[in-house]
């Protein structure tokens, strides 16, 4: 029997890391983490709550003293904070800007980290975000650094909006991914960055099925080296 790998997604938004985390659990029996969704609910717990964004200990005393539950519920992920399924209200563009000013935050990373690698230390899961493979799990079987061109990761991330009824505009979009990509690699705690083991994987030009196709051929892959 071949033993269970972690599988660690990072890339910058709208690469399409959740797509093929999600796609790539279901094709192996795996279970998809969402680490994204996490520093989403501490972002909107302290936009409710008027917490600034600049206040780095209320914002990680906020964390500490938070519950986030990751559930799959009918083929899907739900978002549970403090009890309360908060999967869709977590999805909008404001509290997507939020999240980005919560993961720079030393002792927000701090907890959710810890979590993280509790949820995935027994293998068997495939773990997406911005530093997986870099921080939470360097010792990660396979390694998969996804990227795309920044126009199509903008047009991807519109149409996300556009599905949901959201009014935003395509070059407003695209001015946030920017941003973002700005923000995620320039951070003091766990930039953004490619590991040296990752393997790199441009989906501009694939197709999310195709992605999904080539991670699961890579794990098996090296599944199976392991265990010769």
Do not use: C
């Not at 005393?61 to 403090?82: K, M, Y």
């Amino acid at each position: 029997m071949l033993r269970k790998l972690i599988i660690a997604i990072d890339g910058p938004v709208g690469s399409g890391k959740s797509t093929l985390a999600r796609r790539v659990a279901a094709l192996m029996g795996y279970i998809y983490i969402d680490t994204g969704a996490m520093y989403r609910a501490v972002a909107i717990k302290a936009l409710r709550r008027g917490v600034s964004f600049d206040a780095a200990d209320e914002l990680a005393a906020l964390a500490g003293a938070t519950r986030i539950d990751l559930r799959a519920q009918d083929g899907t992920q739900r978002v549970f904070l403090d009890g309360e399924d908060v999967t869709a209200a977590i999805r909008t563009p404001e509290v997507a800007q939020a999240a980005s000013k919560v993961a720079v935050v030393p002792g927000v990373r701090k907890v959710l980290v810890a979590e993280q690698r509790r949820a995935g230390e027994q293998g068997g899961v495939v773990m997406e975000g911005r530093d997986i493979g870099s921080v939470v799990f360097p010792d990660a079987q396979l390694k998969i650094f996804l990227t795309a061109s920044p126009e199509v990761r903008a047009e991807r991330r519109w149409r996300e909006h556009q599905q949901k009824g959201d009014a935003i505009d395509l070059p407003r979009t695209l001015e946030e991914i920017h941003e973002r990509d700005r923000r995620d690699s320039s951070r003091d705690m766990s930039p953004l960055v490619r590991a040296t083991d990752a393997v790199v994987v441009d989906s501009t030009a694939m197709e999310p099925e195709e992605v999904a196709r080539l991670v699961v051929m890579l794990a098996n892959d090296q599944a199976a080296a392991r265990a010769s």
